[in-house]
């Protein structure tokens, strides 16, 4: 709803601004709702064990970027360990520390923390929201191959109402039309299945795709998933690549996959009528409908130094890059042109640069 | 340093003092002790000596002894959860700790946890700084922590009980019984540590050391068997069985615990023939740690490793002034585990060590050392060293060494990820020490340049973006070690002074800066007040900021401990000593390592029999 009033006022911006000079009422005038209102939160988990998970914040226009910011907000509590994902419903953001075992709850205008939900995870992963309730993802014990779950979280009470049993390693979770897609990657191992949970009985069926599936998008009553593969390090390596599913009948509408055995592409995002990916330092842009996928990268974060893309959005005509580095020293954000807007650079040109917190882990646009 | 025991007048000061004794005393700790290289072989470097009084005095792990009387460093995940030295700078993985002269560091990850050696079971530790791959083989760059114990071939028969109780319902209890005639000296040791361990943070609303207790039992038991003059046959065995609960951080709880199993076994007999001496050897070592993410749980990672050494040491002393070994020995260990399959490593080597006293002012000593393996190519390691005794009171000691540090079976063989062509580490020391040695007091001053490449670190390829290990970074350590002591005595009244300071740059020589976790400053003090049976003492820590890899925190604070402790002896013809000891007293607070606080003010009653 507050999109909405964004595209409101900046409509009203243009509108009121030609059609109306009247000072006292001001519509036009967005009134920020917290320091951190307006800009990315990048969310960096920080080193294992460190207890050093940390905010940075990036103006929309880029002019500001401020690190460290729930310290900032927070001089007097540490928000812990290996930060994983943040949820944001209502006026709140929720902050899931994978290393601590809990959510952070915190304002998400001006991140001060309102309250903890520190028991009842184990090995908590990503979240999502519908009707009140977060549902958040948890491997459980990771050599424990049966204890995975996804947490039902009462967020008017803050605590667990229920917990749904899922298959091995469930990481991101997506909800549509009062159903919930989890991505199986494995945890330990490797998975290939999406998880889908009606919400209105809790029960849970399984769409095989391929192996490793990472992200998750919606476009026009499609699920789309970027699936990675093994990776070189595992027994048998294989290739990654997108599959379209029915979310009606949750049947594999199409697969795009990669050939060979050493193409892992990630971080799919679609935007407009183009999905987005990432195969090592590579972006793939790929148009919904074409027959199969781009062999070569849209452009290269190599000229930046990236050897592997971290973390990944694509908003409002920007491309957002999250650099691990050597995932000990800090990491840094590039910001591209997406090249879609009126006299925008060409796709790939890189607009911006940031140093941020170790490991930036993902980007979440706050307004 | 009591005189009952010879091992402990061992090094620890000058030269002269050893030599002036050296017809007596060699023949008696080639007997009683298994591991006779080191004093033979390390003339020109230090070697402290710690013995059964200090030990007692401190509290049972080997990290809380040598973090207060040596100037090793330690990081401490948290009070007796996993620690790890470095000395000298140097890596967890470039200290040897050493076992009756066998090198016991885990062969899975490289290093000794010092939490997991029990000091009650060993009449002697010695700190011996500097390079000693020539003799000691892998991981002794920056120095070696050897555990001792001693068969002697006496009539004897005693007992000692030491039990120590204290906050956070911290139980110790050690038993030692020693029994020996001409013929056969038998010892038997029993430890058992047990702590809730569940101390307060100070400074933070209360919390807690949660899921932070433990227990451990370690057994020694020692035998050895006098066929006749010249012939001993002794057999020293040891078993230590812990499990820790992990502590979590600040932020962070933690549900993990850990269990070690470790045994050690060493069988040897002894020739002395004239002029020689012949060992041989024959150890197993076997290690075994099972991980529970989820203590609740029966579900564990498990790694072993099985190491069978067969040694053979020959030692011609050519006259009075100069000796020559000639050691061989092969090493096989046997590594499984979930993570690191089933692999086995075999190395050959072959030693000679040379010691010249070659006048009553000058001697030297060179150690040559070259092992094989099918793995990697090994470095010729060597040690050559000097000794100039100036003046009565003051001498010069020299050493230039060559040193390395295999690479582990984590480094070799972890899934997917290890890396088998690996080289090991490797590194160049020089070193030059100044001892000053008069009847009450002493004081001595060591200057060391540590060159060290192919350091081999876990990182993500630059290729696949995989964590992997490999031989990249060159790192150079150089400093002082300083060391005084004071003794006196007046009439009834004894007073006990020495202290340790370090300085210390360890620098990673692309990046210039001090490595972490490596303290620039670190200093240690005893001091010791007698008056008839009672005694007073006082002990001192200071360690100055270390460099973390958070890039939030930076740095773990410098931190200074002080512990008081009084004792009284009621005992006329045995000892029967009750005494009372305030660990932290001044109640600072401090981490070891990055959020993982260490206990505040805290007591411990202890009783000590010996009968």
Known sequence: MKIKFAFAAIAGAVLFAACSDDDAVQPNKYVPLGKY????????????????????????????LENDIFSLANPE???????????????????????????????????????????????????????????????????????????????????????????EGPERILEYNGKLYVAQTG????????????????????????????AMQIKDGYLWVSYGGKPSFATSETSGGLVQINTNTNAVNHTYPYSGTTTHPSNLVIDGEFAYYTIDSGVYKFALGAASLPTTPAFSTTDQGVYGVYSFAVK???????????????????????????????????????????????????? | MTAKKPITILILLVCQYILAQHDSIVPLREVTVSDALLRKFSQTQSVAVLNDSVIAKNAASLTALLNYNAPIYFKENGLGMVSSPSFRGTTAQQTAVIWNGININSQLNGLTDFNTITTGNFDAILVRAGGGSAIYGSSAIGGSVHLGNVLRFNDQFSNALRVNYGS??????????????????????????????????????????????????????DFGVKLNNSNYIKFYTQLFEGERHFSGTIASKSKSKYQDLNTRNLLEWNSFLGK???????????????????????????????????KYDLSYAIDTKITANLIVDYTQTKGFGQQIGENVRSIGAASFLWRHDALRWFGYEISLRKETTSNYESPFLFAVGARFNVLKSYSVLVNASRNFRIPTFNDLYWQGLGNAHLKPESSYQLEIGQRYQRKN??????????????????????????????????????GAEFSVGWTKKIGQHTIDWKTNYGYTISEDKALKQQLIYVPVNKSTTNVAYAYRKFTASYQYLFVGQVYTPSQKFHTVKSYQVSNLGIDYDFGKVNTYRIGLLASNFLNENYQSVLQRPMPGRNYTIRLTLKF
């Open chain 2, 168 to 221: 956070f319902n911290t139980l110790g209890v050690d038993y030692n019984l020693r029994a020996s005639n001409e013929k056969v000296s038998a010892q038997l040791g029993l430890s058992r540590n047990s702590s809730e361990n569940d101390y307060e943070y100070l400074d933070t609303n209360g919390k807690h050391n949660e899921n932070g207790q433990f227990y451990n039992t370690s057994v020694n038991a």
């Open chain 2, 276 to 310: 020689f001496t012949s060992k041989v050897k024959v150890a197993f070592l076997s290690e075994r740690y099972k991980y529970f993410e989820n203590a609740k749980t029966e579900l564990f990672e498990r790694s072993t490793a099985e190491t069978v050494i067969g």
């Open chain 1, 316 to 367: 409002q005509g920007h491309i957002y890059v999250g650099d691990a580095v050597d995932y000990v020293n800090n990491g840094k954000v590039h910001v591209y042109s997406l090249g879609t807007g009126l006299g925008q650079a060409p796709l790939g040109t890189l607009e911006n640069s940031y140093t941020v917190g170790v490991i930036p882990a993902g980007f979440y646009f706050n307004f």
């Open chain 1, 37 to 64: 209102d307006s800009g990315v939160l990048v969310l960096n988990q920080g080193g294992f064990g460190h207890d050093d998970a940390s905010m940075s914040y990036i103006s929309f226009d880029f002019s500001k």
């Open chain 2, 441 to 478: 007091t002493w004081a001595s001053a060591t200057l060391y340049y540590i060159d060290i490449s192919d350091m081999i670190q876990w990182a993500p390829d630059e290729n696949s973006g995989n964590w992997t290990p490999s031989n990249v970074a060159e790192v150079q350590s150089y």
């Open chain 1, 187 to 214: 945890g330990y191992g490797y998975g290939n299945k999406i998880s889908v949970i009606k919400t209105s009985d809790n029960s849970v069926t399984t769409i095989t795709v391929g192996d490793v599936p990472n």
């Open chain 1, 77 to 167: 509590v540490v928000l812990g360990d290996t930060a994983q994902d943040i949820c944001f419903y209502g006026p709140y953001a929720y902050v899931v520390l994978n290393g601590s075992n809990k959510i952070e709850i915190v304002n998400r205008y001006t991140l001060k923390t309102v309250g903890t939900i520190d028991t009842g995870l184990s090995n908590p992963r990503y979240m999502a929201v519908y009707n009140g309730k977060g549902y958040v993802t948890n491997w459980g014990d990771g050599v424990d191959t049966t204890d995975d779950y996804v947490a039902v979280i009462n967020l008017a009470t803050r605590s667990i109402t229920a917990n749904i049993p899922v298959i």
